[in-house]
C-alpha cells in the first residue's frame, strides 16, 4: 500500500491560490438559472445528465432520475462500487512461458493483448449500475494514460484500470500515488527500474515519468489561473510551470523503485517483470542526495524512497495549476469541449476546497462539474457549446438509447476502427490532445482529432450495420453472444412516424431535435409504407444517429 | 458515374441498391492526362527501429572486420547478430570506391540500387543544432527522451527534438503545398494507416484512407435507398448555428467528395499498375499498390503536389532478429520495387520519390536474446527516377564501442546528420520555397547546410 505516501489530502494552505468566491457565471448564451433541487426534473434535463454522465441515455433512465433529485442521482452514483475488471489471471511476462506450445490458439490474444478487456469495457458501459463512476473512470484513462502498445497483458491493464475506476471519486492525491506506484505505469513510462546515478557507467536517472507526471498528469506546460487561462508575465508571456532541473528533481525522487516480487521469490533489484501490486523501493538504489521540486521547495537528503516519493507526490498535488489543468478536461470529457474561464473557476474552487476543507475530492468535483449551471438545463443554444462524441461513447449511446445486447467483441473492433482502440491510446498524448482545433473555428474539440474522412464513414457505416441486423458470436469468445439491436419498442410505434420521431427527440436529442432536422426525418420516412414499421425505425434511428446534429452532443 | 461504391459492398451491410448517394455526387473536371507539373513525396516509416547496422554493411575487408568483431556471425554462433559477408548484396556505387553491402533480403532494392534510382544517407536522426560526443554530456543539447520509442517517433515525425510539436513536417509541407492543387478532390497529404503526427498540418487536415475495401458511405439498401440518401444530404446542411455541428458536417461532405472519386480509384478494377504488385498481399505492398492507383489517377483527383504515409511495424528487434528483420525486409523490398516499376509504367518515375523513417537505429552491440537495443543515427533509403542514386551520403559511424560515433559502450551512433537536413533536401525537391523550408522545419537554421545532395 501507500505507506508514507499519506498526507496529501489533509487540510493544506490553498487559500492563498484559492479562487475568489465563484463570481456569477457570464455564460455564452441565454442559459436559464438552474432550477433549485426540489423542483421537478424535466424530461430534457434528466437525458442531458445521462449524456453527460453515463454511457447513454436510455428511456428507463430518464424516468428513473426524473423520478428524483439530479443531484440525488448523482449522490447514489457517486456510492456505487465499480463493476470493474476482476479475475484476469496472473500470467508469466514471457509468453513462451505463459502460452507453451500446444495452447490453445487464443492463449496470446486473451492473455498477452488487451482483447477480453476491451470486450468487457463495452459490457460493463453497457449495462453496469457504476455508469457514473465508469465515465469519470474512462476520462481518467485519457488523462493518466497506459496504453497497451506498450502494455498489453491483459491482467496489467485491468489492474490499472481498477485503480482509476475504484480512485474515481477519491482524493486526487491518492489516486496520482496509486498512479504512479502501479507497475503497468511504471513500465509504460519507465520509473520501474529506475536507478540512482551512476557516475562511473553513464546512468542518470530516467527523467520519462518526472516530465510526464508534470506535463500530463497534474499542471501542463504553463502556469494557470484558476480559470484555466495562462498566467502571463509583464510581457504578456506565458510562465513555464517546471524548468528542466525540476523534472530533473522529481526523477531522481523517483529512483530505486521495482517491479513487485513474485510470490515465494525474495526481492532484489531488479525483480522480473510483475504486475500484481504496488511496485517496492529498493533504498540501495534510490538517490540519497536532496532533490529540487516545484516552488522551491526541495527534498533533504538521506529520506528513504518511499518519503520521497510522498513528498514529491506532495508537491505536484498542492500545486495551483492541478484543479485548473484536471478540472478543465473533466469538464471537456463530461459536459463541454469549450467550457467557459467562469465553469472552470468554479471547479477549480471545489477542487481546492471541497467545502469541507478538502483538497483534491474528484467526487466533489464531478459532482459540481454535473450541477453547474453551465451543464444543465434542458437546451443550449450557444454556437460553441457541445462536444463530438468520442467513438466509445457513440457506440455505447446507440446501443443504450436504441436497445441492444453485445458481448463486446463487435464494439471494440469497430471502436478501434474509428480510431479508439480502448486503453490502448498510440502514445501518452492519448487518442487526441485536449486543445485539438476545431477546423473552421476557434474552438477546441478534442474529439475532432480522431474524426477523419474515413472514420466519419465508419461511424455512419457502424450505425448502418447494427441497424441492418445481428452480428454474429465470435465463437473463440467465451459466452459470446455477438452484437444485436432490439428495434421492437421502435416498430411498436413506427406506424405512427410523428410518435417515432418523439421518441427519438426523447431519448436520443433530449428533445432538442430541430425543427428541420425533424422534417427531414420524417419526409424520409413517410415515403416507407406505414405497413413496414421495421425499415420505418431502421431509417428513421440511421438518420437521426447519423446527422452531426446528434453526434456533436449539446 | 452511377455508383460510387464497390459492389461487393453490398455484403457489409446485408443490403441491396445502388450507392447511398447514387446521384448526388459532384462532377469533377476530365483534366488531360499530363504528367507535366505533378510531383509526390512518399514516406515510408520503419516502426519499432529499423537496425540500419544490418541493412547497409560495410564490405571493405577492414570495415566489416569491425563489423563482425562486434555483432559476430548468427550463422556460426548463438546469438550473434552478425551478417556472414557471402550473403550480403554487393552494392556498388556510380563513382568512388565505397564498399558496402545490403541485407539478403535486399534483391529487389539491389536492381534498383543498380538502375541509379536508389540511394543510402548514412547516420541520420533526431538533432536539436550538430552536437559533438563530449557536447552530448550537455543534457540540455540533447534532443528530448532519447531511446523511447515514443518520443523518437514523435522527433522523426515532427522535426522538433526538444519540446512537444503538434505538426509534423509531412503536414507542414502539405500547408505550404495546398494552394498548387485548385480545385483537387483530396488534401494534399493521404495517410494510408491514420493519423500519425507526421501527417498533421498546421491548417490541412490529411486524409486516412483504407488499405483494403471500401472508402465511402454503406448503402441504406432497399426501395427507401434513394429517400434516406436524400434526407442525409440535407441533414449535413441544416442546424449551422453551432459551430461544432457546421465543422463536423463539413468534414463529412467533403469526405462524401472524395469518396465518390477516390473509391473508384482505391477498387483498383481498372488499373493498370495492379499487375506490378502480384504475388504480394502483406500490408505494405498493399499501401503501397494504393499509392500508387493514386497517383496514376492524379488527373482525375486534380493534384500537382501529394504527400503519402505508408507504415511497417514490427522492427523492434529486441530479441529473435535475423528472422524477424529477414521477414520485414522480405516485405518490404519486394513492394518498393513494384513501387518504383510502377511509377517508370506510369510515366512518372522522375516525378515520385519514396524515402523511409523509422524511431530510431539499434544498438551495433548485440543484446542478449540475438537482438539489439534502442539507439538513435540511423541509415535510411532514397527512391526515385530524380534520386542521384547508386550513391551513399552523409557519413557512415565507425564502428567501434565507446569510439568517436558512440555516445555509449554498445554502439549508439550520435547522428552526423539532422532529420531537418534529410527531410528539407526532399521538401526543396517537392517544390518547397527556401523561404518556407523554416516553417517546415523550425531548426533547419541551426544545420550547415539544408541540400544533402540526393535530390
Not at chain 1, 42 to 71: C, H, K, M, N, Y
Not at chain 2, 336 to 357: H, I, R, W
Amino acid at each position: 500500500m501507500l505507506a508514507g505516501c499519506g498526507g496529501g489530502t489533509g487540510a493544506e494552505p490553498a487559500a492563498g491560490t484559492a479562487p475568489a468566491a465563484p463570481a456569477p457565471a457570464p455564460s455564452p448564451a441565454p442559459t436559464p438559472t438552474p432550477p433549485p433541487p426540489t423542483a421537478q426534473t424535466t424530461p430534457a434535463d434528466a437525458a442531458r445528465l445521462l449524456e453527460q454522465a453515463t454511457f447513454g441515455p436510455t428511456d428507463a433512465a430518464i424516468t428513473q432520475v426524473q423520478a428524483g433529485s439530479i443531484a440525488g442521482w448523482i449522490d447514489q452514483q457517486l456510492a456505487t462500487p465499480a463493476t470493474g475488471y476482476a479475475g484476469y489471471p496472473v500470467i508469466d511476462a514471457s509468453v513462451s512461458v505463459g502460452c507453451p506450445t500446444g495452447s490453445p490458439a487464443t492463449c496470446n490474444r486473451d492473455h498477452y493483448s488487451l482483447f477480453l478487456l476491451q470486450n468487457q469495457f463495452f459490457r460493463n458501459a453497457l449495462t453496469g449500475p457504476d455508469q457514473l463512476r465508469q465515465r469519470v473512470a474512462f476520462a481518467l484513462s485519457q488523462i493518466f494514460v497506459v496504453s497497451g502498445v506498450d502494455v498489453g497483458t491483459a491482467y496489467a491493464m485491468a489492474a490499472y484500470q481498477q485503480i482509476l475506476l475504484d480512485g474515481a471519486f477519491g482524493s486526487y492525491r491518492q489516486l496520482l500515488g496509486r498512479v504512479t506506484l502501479s507497475p503497468a505505469m511504471g513500465r509504460y513510462l519507465d520509473m520501474v527500474n529506475n536507478d540512482r546515478p551512476n557516475p562511473s557507467r553513464g546512468i542518470e536517472p530516467n527523467e520519462n515519468y518526472a516530465r510526464e507526471v508534470l506535463q500530463l498528469f497534474s499542471l501542463g506546460t504553463v502556469e494557470l489561473n484558476a480559470d484555466g487561462t495562462p498566467r502571463l508575465d509583464g510581457q504578456g508571456r506565458s510562465i513555464p510551470a517546471y524548468d528542466q532541473d525540476t523534472v530533473e528533481g522529481f526523477a531522481h525522487a523517483f529512483t530505486g523503485w521495482t517491479y513487485p516480487t513474485l510470490p515465494g521469490a525474495t526481492a532484489r533489484w531488479t525483480n522480473p517483470v510483475h504486475y500484481a501490486g504496488d511496485m517496492e523501493p529498493i533504498a540501495a538504489h534510490h538517490d540519497p542526495e536532496a532533490k529540487r521540486l516545484l516552488g522551491g521547495v526541495s527534498l533533504p537528503a538521506g529520506q528513504t524512497p518511499e518519503k520521497d516519493l510522498g513528498d514529491a507526490l506532495d508537491n505536484i498535488a498542492a500545486h495551483p495549476n492541478v484543479g485548473p489543468f484536471i478540472g478543465k478536461q473533466l469538464i471537456q470529457h463530461l459536459v463541454t469541449s469549450n467550457p467557459t474561464p467562469a465553469y472552470v473557476a468554479r471547479i477549480s474552487a471545489v477542487f481546492a476546497n471541497d467545502g469541507a476543507g478538502r483538497r483534491g475530492n474528484l467526487g466533489a468535483v464531478v459532482r459540481a462539474i454535473l450541477l453547474d449551471p453551465e451543464a444543465r438545463g434542458d437546451a443550449k443554444t450557444a454556437a460553441s457549446y457541445g462536444k463530438l462524441r468520442e467513438p466509445a461513447l457513440l457506440i455505447t449511446g446507440a446501443l443504450r438509447g436504441i436497445g441492444g445486447s453485445s458481448d463486446g467483441v463487435y464494439l471494440r473492433d469497430r471502436s478501434n476502427a474509428m480510431a479508439q482502440n480502448i486503453y490502448q491510446a498510440p502514445s501518452v498524448f492519448n487518442f487526441y490532445p485536449p486543445d485539438y482545433p476545431v477546423q473552421g473555428t476557434t474552438l477546441v474539440g478534442p474529439g475532432f482529432g480522431v474524426f477523419s474522412a474515413s472514420t466519419a464513414f465508419t461511424r455512419s457505416n457502424f450505425l448502418n450495420s447494427l441497424l441492418a441486423g445481428p452480428q454474429r458470436p465470435d465463437t473463440t469468445v467465451p459466452n459470446a453472444i455477438g452484437s444485436q439491436l432490439d428495434l421492437s419498442a421502435w416498430q411498436a410505434l413506427a406506424t405512427d412516424s410523428n410518435a417515432l420521431l418523439d421518441r427519438i427527440d426523447r431519448v436520443l436529442f433530449h428533445g432538442a431535435m430541430s425543427a428541420t432536422t425533424r422534417n427531414t426525418i420524417l419526409a424520409a420516412v413517410d415515403t416507407i409504407p406505414a405497413s413496414d414499421p421495421a425499415t420505418r425505425s431502421r431509417a428513421a434511428l440511421y438518420l437521426a444517429l447519423s446527422s452531426m446534429q446528434y453526434q456533436v452532443e449539446q | 458515374m452511377n455508383t460510387a461504391f464497390d459492389p461487393s459492398r453490398r455484403r457489409f451491410v446485408g443490403g441491396l441498391g445502388s450507392g447511398l448517394l447514387a446521384g448526388a455526387l459532384p462532377s469533377f473536371p476530365a483534366l488531360a492526362q499530363t504528367s507535366g507539373d505533378y510531383k509526390a513525396l512518399v514516406c515510408v516509416f520503419l516502426f519499432g527501429g529499423n537496425d540500419g547496422n544490418n541493412m547497409i554493411v560495410p564490405t571493405d575487408t577492414a570495415g566489416f572486420a569491425r563489423y563482425a568483431g562486434i555483432r559476430g556471425d548468427n550463422t556460426a554462433g548463438s546469438g550473434a547478430i552478425g551478417l556472414p559477408q557471402s550473403q550480403l548484396l554487393a552494392l556498388p556505387p556510380a563513382s568512388g570506391t565505397a564498399q558496402f553491402g545490403a541485407h539478403p533480403e535486399f534483391t529487389e532494392l539491389q536492381q534498383v540500387w543498380n538502375a541509379g534510382d536508389l540511394a543510402v544517407l548514412f547516420n541520420v536522426g533526431p538533432l536539436a543544432q550538430p552536437l559533438t560526443k563530449a557536447e552530448y554530456a550537455t543534457a540540455r543539447l540533447r534532443p528530448d527522451n532519447l531511446f523511447s520509442h515514443a518520443d523518437q517517433q514523435a522527433q522523426w515525425q515532427s522535426a522538433v527534438s526538444q519540446g512537444l510539436s503538434r505538426s509534423g513536417w509531412g503536414g507542414r509541407m502539405a500547408d505550404v503545398v495546398r494552394n498548387r492543387n485548385p480545385g483537387a478532390s483530396v488534401p494534399p497529404l493521404i495517410s494510408l494507416v491514420g493519423r500519425d503526427l507526421f501527417t498533421v498540418g498546421n491548417n490541412t487536415a490529411a486524409l486516412s484512407v483504407p488499405q483494403n475495401g471500401n472508402f465511402g458511405l454503406s448503402s441504406f439498401g432497399g426501395s427507401a435507398n434513394a429517400a434516406v440518401a436524400n434526407a442525409l444530404q440535407q441533414l449535413l446542411a441544416a442546424d449551422r448555428g453551432n459551430s461544432l455541428v457546421a465543422s463536423a458536417q463539413d468534414t463529412v461532405t467533403a469526405a462524401i467528395a472524395s469518396s465518390a472519386v477516390l473509391n473508384p480509384v482505391l477498387g483498383g478494377n481498372s488499373s493498370a499498375i495492379n499487375s506490378l504488385f502480384a504475388g504480394q498481399s502483406n500490408s505494405v505492398s498493399r499501401q503501397l499498390l494504393q499509392v500508387a492507383r493514386m497517383i496514376e489517377a492524379r488527373s482525375t483527383l486534380a493534384v500537382t503536389r501529394q504527400i503519402f504515409y505508408v507504415t511497417l511495424g514490427g522492427f523492434d528487434t529486441h530479441n529473435g532478429q535475423i528472422a524477424t528483420q529477414a521477414n520485414l525486409f522480405g516485405q518490404l523490398s519486394p513492394a518498393l520495387k513494384s513501387f518504383q516499376d510502377a511509377m517508370a509504367q506510369l510515366g512518372v518515375a522522375d516525378q515520385v520519390t519514396t524515402f523511409t523513417l523509422s524511431d530510431f537505429g539499434r544498438t551495433l552491440k548485440p543484446a542478449s536474446g540475438g537482438g539489439s537495443d534502442h539507439a538513435w543515427g540511423n541509415h535510411q533509403l532514397i527512391m526515385g527516377g530524380a534520386v542521384r542514386g547508386r550513391t551513399f551520403y552523409g557519413q557512415f559511424p565507425e564502428h567501434s564501442l565507446g569510439g568517436p560515433n558512440d555516445i555509449s559502450s554498445e554502439g549508439r551512433w550520435l547522428p552526423t546528420t539532422s532529420v531537418d537536413q534529410y527531410g528539407a533536401t526532399l521538401a526543396r525537391w517537392f517544390g518547397v520555397a527556401d523561404a518556407d523550408l523554416a516553417t517546415v522545419f523550425p531548426n533547419l537554421r541551426n544545420f550547415g547546410t539544408s541540400n544533402l545532395g540526393f535530390l
